[in-house]
Structure formats: structure tokens, C-alpha cells
């Protein structure tokens, strides 16, 4: 098993650029979460799926959108971004509400 | 609403040393599901621990113990005879059956030099 897999790596953006995040998983998990992690912060909930074609908002949604169309994959897609985009975004998901989540290895933007 | 609290912001000690670290959580669910997460300065989360809310037992895991206690809702996670390779910022996080996802702390970052 792969795991939780994430595109691209590492990203710089202009301001007002588009872009999508890739997150796939092999687990056959039915949640997915997204997160973003700025210094001092920990890591705050973006969006989240509960399966396919289900989702909705965490703590920070502004600015961004997400769909969920397969099991596999949860994209996440910033619209015009902006410098306060600039962070880290790790892709999650788990079996069940109670599971323990397994997390993609991060994607680090750069919105200048 | 949920709530993790890690008080200690950076954590340095010596190689061998014991080390505690603190978390604190809020929830009022009865059912509750708390984690430790490491995050290496490679940069992936990597997770270490997942306890329940009707287990109270101490868990050790070699060098790594953890003391869980409702009565102070605390989660403590302690590394015995520190090790440099345990270098990293260290996650506490919640969940519960109504939330969807975890609720973390702001993590603690943890020093160990030779």
C-alpha cells in the first residue's frame, strides 16, 4: 500500500494563480481531511469528506474548495490565491470517525 | 466545543534524560479518542498512540509511556533515557464521534542534544 499520496510537493503561486492540491489513498478509507499547518498554529481543519460525493467545511474553508467523486481522491483547490495561503497542507484520512488518521507527507506553498 | 491545550512550546534537555510531555484536553463528550502524533524534522506526521476515552491503563511502548488520566483530562506522553533521534515537534490531538476530524494542540517541540 501506498498510503496517503500528495501532489505536488512543494509549489510557489502569484498571487491570484490557481491551483489543486492532489491527495489520493489506497486504503479504501472513507474520511478524508485536509489540514493546514502555519508555525505556532498546529494543524487547523480545511475541509473534510465522509465519502464519496459528501464533504463539508472545518475551522478554515475560506478560499478554498474540495470534491470528493471517488473514494481514492480528495483534491483541494485554492481559487485566487493569496500570501495568506503560504503554508504547509497535509492530506488525512482514516476508516472510521474513531481511527486514527494517516497522514500524505505535505504539500509546502508559496503564494508571493 | 473541543479543545487541546500543550502548554510547553519547546522542550530542551540532555541526551538520556527523562522527558514529560504535557497535554490537556476539553470535550464534553463521554466518548472521546485522544492521540500523540511526531513530527520528525523531516516534516511527516507519524503517528504514535490512539487511547480511548473508557481506557485508563498507562500504555509503554519501549522508551514511550503514556498516562491518561479523566480525573485532570490529561494525556501525558514521557520519553525515558532521551534519545537525539527523538528530536521533533509532538503533536497532542482529540476526537470525538461528532466531530469528523482531529482537534490538535499546537504541538511541542522537543530538543534532545548529545
Known amino acids: 500500500n501506498a498510503g496517503v499520496t500528495q501532489t505536488p510537493k512543494f509549489q510557489v503561486l502569484k498571487t491570484g494563480q490557481s491551483m489543486t492540491l492532489q491527495c489520493a489513498q489506497d486504503?479504501?478509507?472513507?474520511?478524508m481531511s485536509w489540514y493546514r499547518q502555519d508555525p505556532g498554529m498546529g494543524l487547523r481543519l480545511i475541509h473534510y469528506s465522509v465519502g464519496a460525493g459528501i464533504t463539508d467545511q472545518g475551522e478554515v474553508p475560506n478560499g478554498y474548495n474540495v470534491s470528493r467523486s471517488t473514494t481514492e481522491d480528495f483534491p483541494l483547490r485554492l481559487l485566487s490565491a493569496a500570501p495568506s495561503q503560504t503554508s504547509v497542507y497535509f492530506c488525512?484520512?482514516?476508516?472510521?470517525?474513531?481511527?486514527?488518521?494517516?497522514f500524505g507527507p505535505g504539500t509546502r506553498l508559496t503564494v508571493l | 466545543a473541543q479543545k487541546v491545550t500543550q502548554a510547553q512550546t519547546e522542550i530542551s534537555v540532555v541526551e538520556k534524560e527523562d522527558v514529560t510531555l504535557d497535554c490537556v484536553y476539553e470535550t464534553r463528550d463521554t466518548t472521546y479518542y485522544l492521540f500523540w502524533y511526531k513530527q520528525p524534522p523531516s516534516g511527516e506526521l507519524v503517528f504514535l498512540i490512539r487511547r480511548n476515552s473508557f481506557d485508563e491503563q498507562n500504555e509503554i511502548s519501549g522508551r514511550y509511556s503514556w498516562n491518561f488520566q479523566k480525573s485532570t483530562s490529561s494525556f501525558n506522553f514521557t520519553i525515558t533515557a532521551s534519545q537525539v533521534v527523538d528530536s521533533a515537534v509532538y503533536f497532542c490531538?482529540?476526537?470525538?464521534?461528532?466531530?469528523?476530524?482531529?482537534?490538535f494542540g499546537k504541538g511541542t517541540s522537543l530538543l534532545v542534544t548529545p
Open positions: 490531538a482529540l476526537r470525538t464521534p461528532s466531530g469528523y476530524a482531529l482537534n
Open positions: 486504503m479504501n478509507h472513507e474520511y
Open positions: 488525512a484520512s482514516s476508516r472510521t470517525r474513531s481511527d486514527e488518521q494517516f
